[in-house]
């Protein structure tokens, strides 16, 4: 079965740029769409990130996704950190029968 | 506005059945996929399956085919998730969400029906 594997937990200061990792256990990372949902406690996710790369209106600037097919990875980098990004923060994407499979998901702690 | 409105949240004993729901508005609701999310307590998320309103077709993910069920009233424009005998472990929050044009993400989540099983 296709996973997807997140750092259990990150944290960075204020201001400061933070990564998070998302890797596909086998297959192209790169053959189907990643998308990043955004969850804070008690709240519904949302999406920061889809299409690897592309932000929803409303999402500023200083979240971004990448692709790297060398290590069968997908990132987000939240640049200019705020207290209010600290969140926990899901990957997701396909398998090769195109049912979704998310990431088990990593908390972001901004202190 | 598009809005994902979800029954509200159930107490059950383990062995009954149970169906909740997700109702869409402020689009054609038969023209996107709408998917079903759990969270267990504490726990990540987990994709079970989606459903295409507009002709039924459904795909579930392994972990929940033969599980659950999914189905939908176009006519009420109401998507569902149903158990037919509920386990402890089938506690959990569930989300609806609505896939986007194109479908690679979830552009729209209801807001959560709780589900706790205990006898």
């Known amino acids: 079965n296709f996973m997807l594997t997140q750092p259990h937990s990150v944290s960075e200061s204020p201001g400061k740029t933070v990564t998070i990792s998302c890797t596909g256990s086998s297959g192209s990372i790169a053959s189907n769409y990643v998308q990043w949902y955004q969850q804070r406690p008690g709240s519904a996710p949302t999406t920061v990130i889809y299409e690897d790369n592309q932000r929803p209106s409303g999402v500023p600037d200083r979240f971004s996704g990448s692709i790297d097919s060398s290590s069968n990875s997908a990132s987000l980098t939240i640049s200019g950190l705020k207290t209010e990004d600290e969140a926990d923060y899901y990957c997701?994407?396909?398998?090769?029968?195109?049912?979704?499979?998310f990431g088990g998901g990593t908390k972001l702690t901004v202190l | 506005e598009v809005q994902l409105v979800q029954s509200g949240a159930e107490v059950k004993k383990p062995g009954e059945s149970l169906k909740i729901s997700c109702k869409g508005s402020?689009?054609?609701?038969?023209?996107?996929?709408i998917g079903w999310v759990r969270q267990m307590p504490g726990k990540g998320l987990e994709w079970m399956g989606i459903i295409y309103p507009g002709d039924s077709d459904t795909r579930y993910s392994p972990s929940f085919q033969g599980q659950v069920t999914i189905s939908a009233d176009k006519s009420i424009s109401t998507a569902y998730l149903q158990w037919s005998s509920l386990k402890a472990s089938d506690t959990a929050m569930y989300y609806c969400a609505r896939l986007s044009y194109g479908g690679a993400m979830f552009d729209y989540w209801g807001q959560g029906t709780l589900v706790t099983v205990s006898s």
């Open positions: 402020g689009y054609s609701f038969t023209s996107y996929w």
């Open positions: 997701q994407s396909y398998d090769s029968s195109n049912r979704g499979v």
